[in-house]
């Protein structure tokens, strides 16, 4: 499958100094390189990132993008499966948001092209925050600290889900976490990584997972069948990319998903089943790849995967603007 190549993507590798002479210093390998993105609109990553942490668009008052997508947990809620309106038990594992700019597209089944189009689900979900757009709409409309930041955003002071939405991707589409230890492997940094990290990786390539966890994200890129050479057991409802689709060649396929931090984003797969790394590494290697991986293998690559966490999103926590006296008040009990 071609890779999407994404706005932010083309956006990201323009935005590094000296591009060209960064891509000739990388080693030639199948995964590349994180870079920092370039924020060209700050008021509007500003707007977004409020948005983001603010859980009056959610009918309880208490639920935020932020709560699944915990920014202080690697981008998950490290949940097999997160919580939502009233306690709410959700049908599939929270993938993390860092990095997701450079996925194919959004959800585990693809449903979202991206991430302004997955920005809406979860506000409108009455398995998630419960709310209607409309709704959320009107909180926001009713706030006059939000009126006016909109307005310097966007011209207007006419809140909109379609400015929401474009408002939380914009925050989102920052949240790259370059120079990990194996990026700074990658351009020439021998010493970034130890012998058994660098020979995790060597089996890591040479096993296969590169076919399918590759590029700077290290996966996101396509979708697979889960299960190839044995089937996955799982009691989860999902169907994977059927569920979007509804054809049942699709059926079990799911969004490959990024490796890059995955030592923070645990348990793993889409239903969570996999406690640890060591676990989801040798449910891989026997499903995906018809390998029996034996105890110090699973463990060199266990500790080469734990060379690309890079770094974490570091901003002050945002001061929400107050509501004002018209603002709907939350029902968490309703």
């Known amino acids: 499958m071609k890779m999407k190549v994404t706005g932010l993507a083309i956006a990201v590798a323009l935005s590094a100094a000296g591009s060209v002479a960064w891509a000739a210093a990388a080693k030639d390998e199948p995964i590349q ?170 089996l890591f390539k040479e096993s296969g997972c590169v076919a399918c966890h590759n590029g700077p994200a290290v996966g996101g890129t396509s979708f697979q069948k889960m299960g190839v050479v044995e089937p996955y057991k799982s009691t989860s409802p999902a169907g994977g990319r059927s569920d979007f689709t509804g054809k049942d060649e699709d059926r079990f396929n799911f969004k490959v998903p990024t490796l890059r931090n995955v030592e923070l984003t645990y348990p793993y797969f889409h239903d969570g089943e996999a406690a640890t790394l060591e676990q989801a590494v040798d449910v891989m290697g026997r499903l995906q790849l018809g390998r029996k991986y034996s105890e110090d293998e699973i463990g060199k690559i266990v500790a080469f995967l734990k060379t690309l966490t890079g770094d974490q999103p570091l901003f002050t926590i945002p001061l929400l603007p107050p509501s004002s006296n018209s603002t709907p008040r939350p029902t968490p009990f309703d």
């Open 33 to 202: 390189p994180l870079v920092a993105p370039k924020v060209t609109n700050p008021g509007k990553v500003e707007l977004g990132k409020k948005l983001f942490f603010d859980t009056r668009l959610s009918k309880s008052g208490f639920i935020s993008c932020n709560s699944c997508h915990n920014l202080s947990m690697g981008g998950t809620d490290n949940l097999k499966t997160s919580i939502g309106d009233h306690w709410q038990k959700g049908p599939i594992n929270a993938p993390t948001v860092l990095n997701s700019s450079l996925a194919v597209a959004q959800f585990w089944d693809g449903r979202a092209a991206d991430l302004k189009a997955q920005a809406g689900g979860p506000i409108a979900n009455p398995g998630e925050m419960a709310f209607t757009h409309e709704l959320a709409i009107d909180v926001l409309q009713s706030i006059p600290g939000y009126v006016a930041e909109f307005k310097a955003v966007f011209g207007s002071s006419r809140v909109d889900i379609d400015k929401v939405t474009s408002a939380i991707a914009a925050f989102e589409e920052t949240l790259v976490t370059p120079d990990s230890p194996f990026d700074k492997w990658l351009t020439g940094d021998e010493k970034a990584l130890n012998a058994r990290e660098v020979a995790g990786y060597k």
